[in-house]
């Protein structure tokens, strides 16, 4: 009897011990908990085949050699098995763990963690030997192939758009966006040398959409190089119009009047929306030409069809009377407004500072004729609407050759923001250097151009020697070579700030920025948890407002990395924040159709509509997860990463916080 009972007291042990972890709700118990503790999980529907749309077809594939047709019996396929739940990790093994979602996320639109559960694994499907054609290839998996032209775009770029769809997506957009992540995005999408959609319309209506937005974002030379490849810009009447334009406007009179008589002829053959257009240009080279009667005609003319009163038409009158044109408070002047203002006299630039578009004040911030102080503050205003690079920027500060703008307002800030810069380029000892970096960036955060003198700045910021007396030049440091994409850069300063007053404690003190630098770094191939743990601790000490945590988490999920526990518990204590752009109804579904289609332009555009024109930063959580998401989708990782980066930078915890 003894020996009975000690092997049914083993049996018991051995079952308790070998049995896997019991389940509750879906979720692992660690405790061991029975299953009437919690409520039973629901067992998931077996997976369906995928439909046509998600596969090529085995039969569509090539026969390879050997004469194998390429076709797979379904009664072939192995059941799919799920493995058993994996066993408790360490307790300081690996990234944090994942938590199921609170209340209200995933349902709305917010993000869904993954669950902790390993997810199941089908058993590879048996292949015919020597058959390498006839295996399943999902569309998914395929890279797209990118274009040659140095955009960073697929080369098939268009498809699954036709040229109207292309005008209505172009036409609800508020262009240029402030963002400079979806800025960026957009002119490589508008000058990307790819083919042009298929369907309906012709290849010089597409150039014709495409030079339009670059005109209205202010890239005034690059729709003259969009323009420029097309072979027929010369033959057909709306190119012949827009290439005149874009030729006044860069300030070549030469070539925008040569062709004034085709435009003449063409001018029935004009949609309405450009005959206006076409009278300003006919009415600026009759003008230059010195026939000012012929001028005042086209100006009649312009009011006759009801063309809206731009500051070219009262401007061409001046000029035909011999007088001064007087511009009403926020009268619209455009580019070629503005050429025609020249032939008075030097306009009053400075008054057009605030309120011209970002053509003209691209044109600005070049015109000789300009002083040199109201040139930078164009400038400075240009880049605020991103018609300006950084780089253009920092070399307008390098080209002023100093002075002083007198007073106050915009010419004044501008001058003291290029001495500033100039001083922190020029100088050489690194407390110094450090010092005038920080007042020029202080300086920038308060004239709304933080971001681009972040990036303006970073060669300066590098080339700082790391030595303990700049320590708290550190953070600076990393948001400068953040902003520029210099990842490398960034967890250098991070080793070195981390150093200065706990030696041995590596990074601990920046591991935060650390933990950014991994969402964004598109060269990163794993480890992009590794730095969460940090996060996890700023969040219970209070360093996330409840809003950014929202968006930290929101972005976790659309890149797809796994999100602490602790991020998910403090998120589900506050309500989720219903501020920030949303799109109209329909927009965020059409985009996830677009991107799993892999419809890249479709995508990129309706990404632009479902943000809004602040960008990741101003959009609403919905719409940044899912626009997001949708890039990722789409094969373009590194913008993605840049909406990530947008999305969370300025709210991002500082050391003075």
Not at 303 to 322: C, N, Y
Not at 536 to 545: K, L, N, P
Not at 595 to 614: R, W, Y
Request: proline share 9%; aromatic share 6%; glycine share 10%.
């Amino acid at each position: 009897m003894r020996s009975l009972f000690r092997l049914l007291v083993t049996c018991g042990l051995t079952a308790w011990v070998a049995a896997p972890p019991v389940f509750a709700g879906g979720i692992p118990s660690p405790f061991g908990e029975p299953e009437t503790a919690r409520p039973a999980a629901q067992k998931k529907p077996p997976s369906t085949t995928p439909s046509g749309d998600d596969i090529f077809k085995p039969n569509e594939l090539p026969p390879a050699a050997g004469g194998a047709t390429g076709t797979i019996e379904l009664e072939a396929l192995a059941p799919i098995e799920a493995e058993p739940a994996p066993a408790a990790a360490p307790q300081n093994a690996g990234p944090p763990a994942t938590a199921p979602p609170p209340p209200g996320w995933g349902a709305t639109g917010g993000p869904r963690p993954a669950q902790p559960q390993q997810p199941a694994r089908a058993v590879p499907m048996p292949q015919p030997m020597g058959d390498e054609g006839s295996r399943v290839v999902m569309r998914d998996d395929l890279a797209p192939v990118m274009a040659q032209d140095g955009s960073g775009l697929p080369y098939e770029l268009w498809q699954g758009m036709t040229l109207e769809t292309i005008e209505k997506a172009i036409a609800t957009l508020e262009i240029p966006p402030r963002s400079p992540a979806l800025h960026g995005l957009f002119r490589r999408l508008i000058t990307s040398d790819v083919p042009p959609p298929q369907g309906g319309g012709s290849n010089a209506r597409f150039t014709a959409v495409r030079a339009e937005a670059l005109d209205r974002s202010g890239l005034i030379d690059e729709a003259a190089a969009v323009l420029a490849k097309d072979a027929g810009a010369a033959s057909d009447p709306v190119l012949a119009v827009l290439s005149a334009r874009t030729a006044i406007a860069r300030g070549s009179r030469d070539e925008g009047c040569r062709d004034v008589k085709a435009m003449n002829a063409a001018q029935g053959a004009l949609p309405q929306s450009l005959k206006g257009q076409s009278i300003l240009v006919r009415a600026y080279c009759a003008a230059v030409a010195g026939q000012k009667e012929s001028a005042q005609l086209q100006v009649a003319l312009a009011r006759d069809e009801g063309v809206e009163e731009s500051a070219g038409l009262p401007g061409i009158d001046a000029f035909a009377t011999a007088a001064k044109p007087q511009l009403a408070k926020g009268q619209k002047v455009g580019p070629v407004d503005w050429r025609i203002l020249e032939l008075s006299g030097p306009v009053d630039a400075q008054a057009l500072v605030e309120t011209a578009g970002p053509g003209v004040l691209a044109i600005i911030s070049r015109d000789p004729a300009t002083d040199p102080a109201t040139r930078l503050a164009a400038a400075e205003r240009a880049a605020q609407f991103n018609a300006l690079a950084p780089l253009e920027l920092a070399k307008a500060y390098r080209d002023f050759g100093g002075g002083e703008a007198g007073g106050e307002g915009p010419a004044a800030d501008a001058v003291r923001h290029a001495a500033l810069f100039q001083a922190a380029e020029d100088e050489a000892t690194p407390l110094k250097k450090a010092r005038l970096i920080r007042s020029f960036l202080d300086e920038a955060r308060r004239a709304g151009l933080y971001w681009p003198a972040l990036q303006m700045i970073a060669p300066a910021a590098a080339s700082i020697q790391r030595v303990p007396e700049i320590g708290w030049f550190t953070e600076t440091a990393i948001e400068a070579a953040l902003a520029s994409g210099n990842f490398g850069g960034a967890r250098a300063w991070a080793a070195f700030g981390g150093t200065l007053d706990a030696p041995g404690a590596g990074t601990a003190a920046f591991v935060h920025w650390l933990a950014l630098a991994d969402l964004a770094d598109p060269l990163l191939s794993e480890g992009r948890s590794r730095h969460l743990t940090a996060l996890e601790e700023m969040a219970q000490r209070g360093r996330f407002s409840p809003e950014q945590l929202h968006r930290l988490a929101t972005v976790l999920d659309a890149l797809q990395v796994q999100v602490p526990i602790p991020l998910w518990e403090l998120a589900s204590r506050t309500p989720q924040p219903n501020t920030g752009f949303l799109p109209e109804t329909g927009v965020l579904s059409a985009l996830a159709e677009a991107a799993k289609k892999k419809e890249f332009g479709h995508t990129v555009l309706l990404t632009m509509q479902a943000l809004g024109p602040s960008g990741a930063e101003g959009a609403h959580i919905i719409s940044l997860g899912d626009g997001i998401r949708a890039l990722l989708r789409a094969g373009l990782d590194q913008d993605a990463r840049r909406m990530a980066l947008e999305a969370l930078f300025m709210g991002w915890p500082r050391a003075a916080g």
